[in-house]
């Protein structure tokens, strides 16, 4: 019920290419659905995060989109970049009820490699 | 400090023997996670303190695991009599607490224990 599974575990594209990363969940009470973005030897950062009331959310090359009916969302990287190259985790959690908190379900991370 | 910092970065010990780990969160951040990296799995949540409440000890996997949070400052993450499979990087993180709205987790580094 508290899963996240992300696929692919990796991921190699050319630069200029289309990353994409797909994430799906069961719990339907989750309501709050982050991208962290994590380099080697360092701690995840957040890279951009959806609610469910919206289907699509752009921040510059980066897109999250949301289909909730499928319990689904992905993350595309448009004109990929080898700086890019990182660990990518989503996640979900529960912000329903006011707690605002942060216990985040994690995917098990794609490694994504662009290749210059 | 500008970010969270944790230490050591790398810890090798052997099994049987009891390890701390710390954790030093951004000044003003008063929520503490504790999370845990293995290899090739994603963020297991650990534990999480929010100001004076009771932590939320629900992801610790077995009674050999403790933390505890003094002055709701600095975090110390114990275990005892290690076993091989506690091998995994332990990720700190920090976020403000909001009314509502989602926080934002801000990683450390991450501690490296290898079990021999």
């Known amino acids: 019920q508290q899963q996240v599974k992300q696929s692919p575990q990796s991921l190699i594209v050319q630069k200029g290419g289309i990353s994409i990363i797909n994430c799906a969940y069961e719990n339907t009470a989750f309501d709050y659905f982050p991208w962290y973005q994590q380099f080697p030897g360092k701690g995840p950062a957040l890279l951009i995060a959806i609610r469910p009331d919206v289907s699509e959310k752009k921040e510059g090359r980066f897109t999250i989109s949301f289909n909730k009916s499928a319990k689904q969302f992905s993350l595309h990287i448009m004109d990929s970049q080898p700086g890019d190259s990182a660990t990518y985790f989503c996640?979900?959690?529960?912000?329903?009820?006011?707690?605002?908190?942060?216990?985040?379900?994690f995917g098990q991370g794609t490694i994504l490699t662009v290749h210059p | 400090g500008a970010g969270v910092s944790q230490s050591p970065s790398n810890k090798v010990t052997e099994k049987g023997k009891d390890v701390e780990l710390r954790c030093d969160p951004i000044s003003g951040h008063t929520a503490l996670y504790w999370y845990r990296q293995s290899l090739g799995q994603g963020l297991e949540f650990l534990i999480y303190?929010?100001?004076?409440?009771?932590?939320?000890k629900s992801g610790l996997p077995s009674d050999r695991f403790s933390a505890e949070r003094t002055g709701g400052s600095v975090s110390t993450l114990t275990i005892q009599r290690t076993q091989q499979e506690d091998s995994a990087v332990y990720l700190c993180?920090?976020?403000?607490?909001?009314?509502?709205?989602?926080?934002?987790?801000?990683f450390g580094a991450g501690s490296r224990l290898t079990v021999l």
């Open positions: 303190f929010q100001g004076n409440s009771a932590p939320d």
């Open positions: 993180a920090s976020s403000k607490s909001r009314v509502s709205g989602a926080n934002v987790l801000t």
């Open positions: 996640a979900a959690s529960e912000l329903a009820g006011g707690t605002s908190y942060g216990k985040l379900t």
